[in-house]
């Protein structure tokens, strides 16, 4: 079993910058891609950005270029990041890191584990 929470949400102005954190314990040694996904009440979970096993990164057309994922592997943990600069409005939701055993890229029924969510909330 995998265990993900998440941290490091919270409210920020536009153009602001915070830093998502998401700890993995349990089979972590298992894990092929890590991801970040976000949701807004009524609308469906969006695929924000990916890395795989490898370090190689994807990200969504809304967020590229002013998101970063990373991630530290190490023995029996796990850490996801998400470096979040130019923050806008349209940025606030509800932020899951999610994880899975085999490769995949933004879609949410490409992973089996997911944490329990932080909020970044962004105004004007």
């Known amino acids: 079993q995998v265990q993900l929470v998440e941290s490091g949400g919270g409210s920020v102005q536009a153009g602001g910058s915070l830093r998502l954190s998401c700890v993995a314990s349990?089979?972590?040694?298992?894990?092929?891609?890590m991801a970040w996904f976000r949701q807004v009440p009524g609308k469906e979970r969006e695929g924000v950005a990916t890395?795989?096993?490898?370090?190689?990164?994807?990200?969504g057309n809304s967020v590229a270029g002013r998101f970063t994922i990373s991630r530290d592997n190490a023995k029996n943990t796990l850490h996801l990041y998400l470096q979040m600069n130019s923050l806008k409005i349209e940025d606030t939701g509800m932020y899951y890191c999610?994880?899975?055993?085999?490769?995949?890229?933004?879609?949410?029924?490409?992973?089996?584990?997911w944490g329990q969510g932080t909020q970044v909330t962004v105004s004007s």
């Open positions: 890395i795989d096993i490898h370090n190689d990164t994807f990200y």
């Open positions: 999610a994880a899975d055993e085999v490769a995949g890229y933004l879609g949410p029924q490409e992973y089996n584990h």
């Open positions: 349990g089979y972590t040694s298992r894990i092929s891609s």
